[in-house]
């Protein structure tokens, strides 16, 4: 699927929406983002010699994992991160890469939703971690 199809799966828009395309196979997410280097995440973190942040890579691993839910993120909810745990980084993703996830649902007590993942770069272990996440009304 491709951003206008995510779009109806997450709420993130314009720049928070991390995913360039996304698609179920046999209950893994995998999802694709190719860093451009026009970035905004890039623009500071680091001048001359820019690095994905962590902390992107993560979010970029609890965005792709909501494909899993492909219709059960009614129009009123908002799916939030409530933890990480066991994150690992092994190699840096920067400009020019496609950074591709690998992510699934382990576990599922509603409304909270565990998943584990990782990332890659041409089949480089790049990051994962496990993590959690709450599906919740709107305020």
């Known amino acids: 699927m491709n951003k206008e199809v995510i779009k109806n799966i997450l ?3 314009d720049n928070m929406l991390l995913l360039d395309e996304a698609e179920l196979i046999d209950g893994i997410a995998h999802g694709k983002k ?3 280097g026009e970035e905004w995440f890039l623009k500071g973190h680091f001048p001359g010699n820019p690095v994905v942040p962590g902390v992107i890579l993560c979010e970029i691993l609890g965005q792709s994992v909501c494909v899993c839910l492909d219709g059960a993120i009614e129009e009123n909810k908002l799916p ?5 745990d066991k994150v690992k980084f092994k190699n840096p993703v920067v400009p020019g890469d496609l950074f591709e996830t690998k992510c699934e649902i382990t576990k599922i007590r509603e409304p909270f939703y565990f998943a584990k993942g990782a990332g890659y770069v041409n089949g480089k272990l790049c990051v994962s971690a496990e993590f959690s996440f709450a599906v919740t009304e709107k305020k």
């Open 80 to 84: 939030f991160f409530t933890g990480l």
């Open 11 to 13: 709420p993130h828009r």
């Open 34 to 36: 190719k860093i451009t």
